[in-house]
């Protein structure tokens, strides 16, 4: 581990750039709007499925447009202070709670793949111990009334405007560390602030010992996605005279399997493209820390108070067709987890898959092979499991049948749009990394997403 921010040579500048997506001449512009217009976005969302009827954004438009202050003040009004006591306590109690966890709930070392710089981080995985362990607490404060979880709900924008507060903070914080004190050989200046606080300075900066981006993306982060869905099914039966609706139960259960899939496989997460290349920076960590606790867990913050009766049949399918998506996009993560964990001496679909051994440079000229998997999931398309990821999220929205189409689906529809740029950002990097290797891949598997069509 270094302690000297690196200029970056011309192969290691390509791929953070690559990563980062930069384009000449609006390297600054689209990270500045987006800094600037996704923290009131999150207000936006959480005050149209709270407040404005059947959670339209047409609603909400028109409303602002015709506010007789003005639409700024229209807008400021619906951004509470960071400064509410109670939401100052949850993340306060919640965060402290997953550090805590993180650091000392037992766990085996894991290293990790080789990153553009040369180096292999070590993590401790005690996810799933973790994931259980956050369960049970909020699901014993709840049974033994030591806390009433409802406030949660009750609290959600204070708190979503605490959690923007802390983590355009820590974002500053780590591109001033990123220059000033690195962790590690994978870091690199932009030469400007705002493209350094956007895509970050580091790609896995740790601070006193804890690593930031597993505490933001996945302590934080993917923890707040399953205890919030609980917190909003407990209000659920709180407004519904102590019954849980089927709907908000489909709903919860479906996205607590696909975290606890998440968790299992906290450690292949850890090789991703999120960890391995993307930088902690506003991207990743504002997105981690806001964006996710905002729309990911926004169907169930609809459906806490506005559930519809569906019939018991149409949940039941609803549901049975969540579970099949989720088990299909875990089965073409795993089949690639174990075909690489094997080095390809495994079976897949009852036969050993087909490979390429591909070579590849790391940023200190380096030369190593992966393995890339042309079976199972891997040969129907480079990215099918984008399809079941997808799907399973709007199963479980379905719940949400009656509403004005657009804030309980927005996370599907946004979904959609981050995993289609997601497959071309992985295929170009995948390009840069492989070279023939991987044209060779793509001539064997043409399609990106959808076989025949993407
Ligand atoms: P990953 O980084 O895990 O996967 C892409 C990487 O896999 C490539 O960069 C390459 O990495 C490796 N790879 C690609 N093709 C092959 C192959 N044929 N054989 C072996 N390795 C290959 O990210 P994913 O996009 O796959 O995401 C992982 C999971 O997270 C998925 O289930 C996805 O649906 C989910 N996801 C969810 C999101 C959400 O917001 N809900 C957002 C993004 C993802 P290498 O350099 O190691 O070769």
């Known amino acids: 581990m270094t302690t000297k921010t690196k200029e970056l040579n011309g192969s290691q500048q390509a791929d953070w750039n690559a990563v980062g997506g930069l384009i000449p001449g609006r390297e600054t512009i689209g990270p500045l709007f987006l800094i600037l217009s996704t923290p009131i976005f999150s207000f936006i969302i959480i005050h149209v499925v709270m407040n404005v ?22 807008l400021c009004s619906i951004i509470p202070p960071p400064t509410d006591p109670e939401a100052l306590r949850i993340v306060a109690c919640f965060m402290a709670f997953q550090l ?37 607490a909020t699901l014993l404060l709840h049974a033994f009334d030591l806390y009433d979880i409802t406030k949660v709900y009750d609290k959600f924008p204070e708190i979503i405007s605490t959690l923007n507060v802390f983590a355009l903070m820590l974002c500053a914080l780590l591109v001033w560390k990123g220059r000033v004190a690195p962790s590690s050989t994978d870091c690199g200046t932009n030469a400007n602030w705002i493209v350094d606080y956007y895509w970050g ?7 006193l010992g804890w690593d930031v981006k597993m505490f933001t993306n996945c302590r934080f982060g993917m923890m707040f996605w399953a205890v919030a869905p609980i917190c909003f099914a407990a209000k659920n039966i709180q407004v519904n005279g102590g019954n849980l609706q ?69 949940n039941l399918i609803i549901f049975v067709a969540g579970c099949l998506m989720v088990y299909i996009n875990y089965e073409a993560d795993n089949q690639r987890a174990v075909f690489r964990s094997s080095g390809g001496k495994c079976l897949i679909w009852g036969k050993v898959p087909d490979k390429i051994v591909a070579e590849y440079q790391t940023g200190s000229n380096e030369m190593k ?69 991987w044209s060779e891949y793509r001539s064997r598997v043409p ?8």
């Open 369 to 437: 092979k992966s393995l890339l998997l042309v079976g199972g999931w891997w040969s129907v398309s480079r990215h099918f499991h984008y399809i079941p990821e997808i799907l399973a999220s709007l199963c479980w929205s379905l719940p949400a049948w009656n509403s004005a189409f657009v804030a309980p689906y927005f996370y599907t529809t946004y979904l959609t749009i981050l995993l289609i740029d997601r497959s071309y950002r992985d295929d170009d990097r995948c390009a840069k990394k492989y070279g023939t290797y």
């Open 447 to 454: 399609s990106k997403i959808i076989p025949g069509i993407l």
């Open 201 to 207: 300075v580091e790609l896995h900066p740790r601070v």
């Open 53 to 74: 009827p059947e959670a339209s954004f047409t609603v909400f438009l028109s409303d602002l447009l015709d506010d007789p202050d003005g639409m700024i003040a229209g």
């Open 246 to 314: 089927f709907g908000m139960f489909v709903n919860v259960v479906l996205q607590l399997i696909y975290i606890f899939k998440f968790f299992h496989w906290e450690m292949g997460y850890m090789c991703s493209m999120d960890i391995q290349h993307d930088r902690a920076g506003y991207y990743l960590c504002w997105g981690c820390l806001v964006w996710v606790p905002t729309i990911y867990t926004s169907q169930s913050f609809y459906l806490a108070e506005h559930c519809p009766d569906l019939p018991f049949m149409t």
């Open 100 to 136: 805590v966890l993180q650091k000392y709930m037992p766990g085996e070392d894991f290293v990790a793949t080789v990153t553009p710089a040369g180096n292999r981080p070590v993590y401790k995985a005690n996810g799933m111990a973790s994931f259980v362990c956050t369960l049970f």
